[in-house]
């Protein structure tokens, strides 16, 4: 086993070497810009790309003409949320969204509270889900988005979000679901959760970093989405700037790849769970966050009584890769916001290991885990009563 192990999957994952190997020629000998299409090496790159766009779709049940590539989830978030409440035809509007998302949705509410803009946060309930009364409730006149992920990034809860993208529907308000941890991982169909918008991440599904995708419905008319980066009016005009033709070649690899695996290894990594969660909490004093049916198969959000986060972190990052909670909040010392609006005092959610499993863990290395833990736990608590 080479250490430190692996377990921070939802951070990010390493480029299949399949995907690192079909981006190469996009580099040097094929290095052509897919908008020179009048000779060769921009018309080669141009259907690259193209096939890439096919690749994605099909990973996601929508048509290649309803994606267009950014530099990752995160811009493509920026895109859904500026760009709908741009549109919009008075100024104001209104935006539902949950306690639980992921900064790139909740710091982009932020900042358009600053002009003008009212934002309401839904709460989520001990098992992180949400509920439909309080969204339906949260409903106003001037609400023109609701923002509801998918699938959380620090416990794999799932949101019932073809039922949202119904009251949505129904309601002509527009449905944006963040399915960056989802894609890849579990059968998704756009048109059957029948949302609106849906930001992707290649580097969350063994994909190179730097690019990403948004999907955008068909059925969504081109006036209710403004562009946020202006300029030679690639990707249809809603955002410019040449395309990063390895890096798109590669995401497409990389939703080849994971169409191809997704059943097997999702089967895999639940039951690799399953012996994790099975092992650490036999330990006594600790708990599992989150809806336990309702999650994707290879997260695990585990907190532990009696140790203090800080130092419970520094001890298992010795041996183990893995973070209390998403990549960004880690950097700082506050506490989970999933796991505060959860309901967890923020003691208890400052030593908390979120498990990401993924493709390179073995039922050796999950072994492994489950003793350092254990006896990682043991010895702090130890310790504190000494
Ligand atoms: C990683 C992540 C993002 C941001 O994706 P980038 O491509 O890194 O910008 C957004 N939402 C969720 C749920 C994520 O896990």
Redo the contacts with the bound molecule.
């Keep these: 086993m080479k250490f430190p192990l692996y377990f921070d999957h939802?951070a990010t994952t390493p480029c299949e070497p399949d995907v690192v190997e079909a981006m190469l020629p996009w580099f040097t000998e094929r290095f052509g810009n897919a908008s020179s299409v009048h000779y060769p090496l921009g018309w080669l790159a141009e259907e690259a790309v193209e096939t890439a766009r096919e690749q994605l779709a099909v990973l996601i049940g929508a048509s290649p003409k309803e994606i267009i590539f950014t530099s990752?989830?995160?811009?493509a978030?920026n895109l859904a949320i500026r760009g709908v409440l741009e549109a919009l035809e008075t100024r104001g509007g209104h935006i539902v969204t949950l306690a639980t998302e992921?900064k790139?949705v909740l710091d982009t509410c932020k900042a358009l509270e600053r002009r003008g803009i009212s934002t309401t946060y839904l709460p989520v309930g001990k098992d992180g889900l949400v509920d439909l009364g309080a969204l339906e409730n949260a409903i106003r006149e001037t609400t023109a988005l609701i923002a509801v992920?998918l699938a959380n990034?620090e416990t794999g809860v799932l949101q019932p979000v073809d039922e949202i993208a119904q009251i949505a529907q129904q309601r002509g308000i527009i449905m944006l679901s963040?399915a960056?941890?989802a894609v890849g991982k579990m059968p998704l169909s756009v048109q059957k959760l029948g949302i609106d918008l849906m930001?992707l991440?290649a580097?969350?599904m063994y994909g190179p970093k730097g690019v990403?995708a948004l999907y955008i419905s068909s059925r969504l008319s081109k006036s209710k989405l403004v562009t946020q980066v202006t300029g030679g009016g690639h990707e249809k005009a809603l955002r410019s700037g040449t395309l990063n033709v390895p890096g798109i070649v590669g995401f497409g690899k990389a939703a080849e790849i994971a169409l191809d695996r997704m059943s097997d290894e999702g089967h895999r990594l639940a039951a690799l769970r399953d012996a994790l969660e099975d092992g650490i909490l036999s330990l006594g004093g600790a708990q599992l966050n989150g809806n336990k049916e309702r999650r994707l198969p290879h997260v695990s959000n585990i907190s532990f009584e009696g140790v203090e986060g800080k130092a419970f972190l520094i001890a298992i990052n010795k041996e183990l890769a893995i973070s209390s909670g998403s990549a960004c909040s880690s950097i700082t010392t506050r506490p989970s916001h999933v796991l505060t609006a959860m309901g967890l005092e923020s003691q208890l959610a400052r030593s908390t290991l979120r498990f990401g499993l993924g493709r390179s863990n073995t039922a050796a290395q999950v072994d492994f885990a489950i003793q350092y833990v254990k006896d990682t736990v043991e010895k702090l608590r130890k310790e504190r009563w000494e």
Excluded at 72 to 75: D, F, L, M, P, R
Aim: no cysteine; proline share 6%; net charge negative.
């Design positions: 939802n990752g989830a995160t811009e978030i992921h790139a992920m990034n963040d960056v941890q930001p991440s580097h969350k990403g």
